[in-house]
């Protein structure tokens, strides 16, 4: 999951952005959101490899700040817990 932010000063950049989206191979959109509150972006999605998750945020690094963050569903998690748990 990734949150994007930026300044407010930068919308029409962003909006002007996203207009011109194109999701490149290997990724694989699941959700999103928008922060009504304005300034922020939240996008689900799964990547194959670094080289399409680079393609997918490289582009937006200069208008915006992306936090990457690996989650995953919590029932898959709670099936890895057995395997490491001491």
Same mark, same amino acid.
């Given at each position: 999951?990734?949150?994007?932010t ?14 011109? @989206?194109?999701?490149? /191979?290997?990724?694989? !959109?699941?959700?999103?959101? &928008?922060?009504?509150s ?5 996008? +689900? ?11 997918f945020? @490289?582009?937006?690094? /200069?208008?915006?700040? !992306?936090?990457?963050?690996? &989650? ?8 890895? +817990? ?5």
């Open positions: 999951m990734d949150v994007s930026w300044d407010p000063s930068n919308r029409d950049k962003i909006l002007e952005h996203f207009k011109k @989206l194109e999701i490149p /191979d290997g990724i694989d !959109i699941i959700n999103q959101w &928008v922060d009504l304005g300034n922020r972006y939240y996008i +689900l999605y799964e990547a194959e490899s670094a080289e399409a998750y680079g393609a945020n @490289l582009p937006w690094s /200069d208008i915006c700040v !992306i936090d990457s963050v690996p &989650v995953m569903e919590a029932s898959e998690f709670m099936q890895l +817990l057995p395997k490491y748990k001491k």
